[in-house]
């Protein structure tokens, strides 16, 4: 009854990137729809499915598999729908008989809304379909719930939970811890085995803790590796695979010939701040108000909420010199101008001298701390301080 109650919330939620996906399908004739496990996807393509003629094949049923046991002969009775392919990843095969039932269709006067692929990220659904339907597809990522989707009254509970809706819906902080470390637990077990080499589930559960810990720190491959006793080209492809799944974050350094000396290696932070809390066994919210990683918690939560609802166009990176300027985020896009954001988990935020210095190295158009708070005000005359709702809103209509 529990988990009844949970979809039928889940099912009228608004996703955001419905009205995306929606345009993606109505001008290309494939569509991929990325995210880890458990993030919506299904519920999302269902929901399209209900507007239009559409035909849905889960390809982790035996049953669905078999009716695709033979493409060529079941697929093209089905051009004239839309045909949702769930964790498409499981037949790669697939991907040369869709190129030419998609130019097959082209020539028929149907260029669009054939193929709906839902992938939990794997890289071999990205290469089989970079490879065979380049110039066919379309690529969308469905991230967690994000803050512009639950509201600002489950800001605490969005960054204590998580996005996942099934975390972020649970009735209570303790179901909702147990859910994230079955999670866990699932994907070490059964689902990132399907992805990529053999990989014992205790060793990548200890790197994925580390991570957590590590939480927004400089990455040191080397040192990851140390402490897991492996080479570096192991550690390396340890994280590249959780980087792969839509797991984990590399966020990249901003370089630029400003004559200075800048920190060259990316900042890594787990995407989903609730997976971070169940790794470091953090059970609610005062146990995360008194924990070390409650800062860095705070920034990585912060950035993924606002890379959720940035303009596709804008880049993202961070900033840091060796001589102490540091920005938090900085958005850049095209036309060669930049927002510099600062994260702050306080009341009373103020910028650190470091943000001062990077902004007047970049000059940024636009300069902005975010905090836990609810008002917007001035700190400055050229910076401002907000809620992450309000700020999430101005990087979305920039």
Request: hydrophobic content about 40%; proline content about 7%; glycine content about 8%.
């Amino acid at each position: 009854m529990q988990n009844m109650y949970q979809d039928s919330i889940i099912a009228h939620m608004k996703r955001d990137l419905a009205t995306r996906l929606l345009d993606a399908l109505n001008h290309s004739p494939a569509v991929a729809l990325l995210g880890p496990r458990q993030s919506g996807k299904t519920t999302l393509a269902l929901e399209i499915a209900r507007e239009r003629p559409a035909v849905y094949l889960d390809l982790e049923s035996e049953q669905d598999r078999a009716k695709l046991a033979q493409p060529e002969l079941y697929l093209p009775d089905h051009l004239d729908t839309l045909v949702i392919l769930d964790e498409v990843h499981r037949t790669p095969g697939l991907f040369p008989v869709l190129r030419g039932l998609i130019d097959r269709a082209r020539r028929a006067g149907r260029r669009s809304g054939l193929y709906l692929l839902l992938g939990s990220a794997s890289p071999d659904l990205l290469k089989q379909s970079g490879e065979t339907l380049a110039g066919r597809i379309a690529y969308l990522e469905l991230t967690p719930f994000h803050v512009l989707e639950v509201g600002d009254r489950s800001l605490d509970a969005l960054w204590l939970r998580g996005g996942f809706p099934e975390s972020f819906l649970a009735p209570d902080d303790a179901r909702s811890l147990r859910w994230r470390q079955d999670f866990i637990r699932s994907y070490l077990e059964r689902d990132i085995p399907q992805f990529g080499p053999r990989i014992a589930a205790d060793t990548l559960r200890r790197f994925w803790t580390m991570l957590a810990h590590h939480q927004g720190g400089l990455l040191n491959t080397a040192q990851f590796a140390r402490n897991l006793g492996v080479d570096v080209k192991t550690a390396g492809s340890y994280l590249g695979l959780l980087v792969d799944l839509l797991l984990v974050r590399r966020l990249p350094p901003w370089h630029a010939n400003l004559g200075k000396r800048l920190v060259k290696s990316p900042k890594v932070f787990l995407r989903d701040s609730g997976l971070t809390h169940a790794l470091l066994q953090i059970p609610d919210k005062d146990t995360l108000l008194a924990h070390p990683v409650v800062g860095a918690s705070w920034e990585g939560f912060v950035i993924e909420n606002l890379l959720a609802n940035a303009d596709p166009l804008a880049q993202a990176h961070f900033y840091r010199s060796s001589g102490g300027a540091e920005i938090d985020l900085l958005f850049s896009w095209p036309d060669g101008r930049c927002w510099a954001i600062e994260v702050k988990r306080s009341l009373t935020p103020k910028p650190e001298r470091g943000f001062h210095s990077a902004c007047a190295d970049l000059k940024p158009e636009r300069r902005f701390v975010v905090y836990p708070g609810n008002e917007r005000y001035r700190l400055a005359e050229d910076i401002e301080a907000l809620p992450l709702p309000r700020l999430a809103e101005l990087v979305r209509g920039k």
